[in-house]
């Protein structure tokens, strides 16, 4: 198996490594094309009003002066010659990609860029508490959750996003398949201040969410400490509202 991994949290980014250990386990013909830099919150944004540049750092190792989106893309259409990967795994992102914070997600949108392609992809993200990041949960448990994954026909356009509960690995309750859930908040805080030259600045920041815990979902399982496995769809169209929409226009 070929396994293409990146991230938004850049080439050099400690759960980059906690991923390629975890690939490691599951191939030898592992990949990696990631950001140069940090590009959280990017989304599936892709660039297109400047130039980027692909630099290798070793065997099969490669980073992109761009987005999530741009690595995946460019891997893609430079990296392989013989043969395409058969699998994306994207992350291990510092922080929890649950609800509707993965439109957000420079790591699930690389997965999402996958499965455009037509190609398996895994999102994987640890959450963590106020002291950091730990990826114990993620080390321990990533073989038992990517194993079933990776042998599983995704259906075209679809992605798996998994998110690890902020607790050390023996405190993890298990692994629940889920659907996403969906915040109950204002989207995070605005700073402002003023530049030295006296000029407004504007700065989003984060700010504790107050989860919608509906049963069943991504956000209620990682509260519950297990790991939530969400099968996502790319195809965003409300179908139960096509016929009453139609009917609007009817002549």
């Known amino acids: 198996m070929r396994i293409l991994l990146t991230n938004d949290d850049g080439i050099h980014a400690p759960g980059l490594a906690v991923l390629e250990a975890l690939a490691a386990q599951l191939s030898d013909d592992v990949w990696i094309c990631a950001p140069a830099e940090e590009q959280s919150g990017a989304g599936h944004s892709l660039t297109l009003h400047q130039p980027v540049r692909l630099r290798k750092h070793g065997e099969r190792r490669y980073s992109v002066t761009g987005t999530p989106t741009d690595s995946v893309n460019l891997a893609l259409r430079k990296l392989f010659d013989d043969a395409r990967p058969d699998l994306v795994i994207s992350g291990v992102n510092?922080?929890?990609?649950?609800?509707?914070?993965?439109?957000y997600s420079g790591t699930a949108s690389a997965a999402m860029e996958a499965a455009l392609a037509?190609?398996?992809?895994?999102?994987?993200?640890?959450?963590?508490r106020d002291n950091g990041p730990s990826f114990s949960a993620t080390e321990e448990w990533g073989e038992r959750v990517l194993e079933p994954l990776i042998d599983i026909s995704m259906a075209r356009r679809t992605f798996i996003n998994v998110n690890f509960p902020a607790l050390p690995a023996n405190d993890v309750r298990g692994i629940r398949v889920v659907r996403q859930g969906f915040h109950d908040y204002a989207r995070g805080s605005l700073v402002e201040g003023r530049?030295?030259?006296?000029?407004?600045?504007?700065?989003?920041?984060?700010?504790?969410?107050?989860?919608?815990?509906?049963?069943?979902?991504?956000?209620?399982?990682?509260?519950?400490?297990?790991?939530?496995?969400?099968?996502?769809?790319?195809?965003?169209?409300?179908?139960?509202?096509?016929?009453?929409?139609?009917?609007?226009?009817?002549?």
Do not use: K
């Open 94 to 103: 510092a922080g929890e990609n649950l609800g509707d914070d993965i439109t």
């Open 195 to 251: 530049d030295p030259r006296g000029r407004p600045y504007y700065w989003f920041g984060l700010q504790d969410a107050e989860h919608t815990l509906d049963h069943g979902t991504d956000l209620e399982a990682v509260a519950d400490g297990y790991i939530a496995v969400t099968p996502l769809q790319l195809d965003l169209t409300h179908h139960a509202a096509i016929g009453a929409l139609a009917d609007r226009f009817a002549a």
């Open 118 to 128: 037509g190609i398996p992809a895994i999102a994987l993200s640890q959450a963590f």
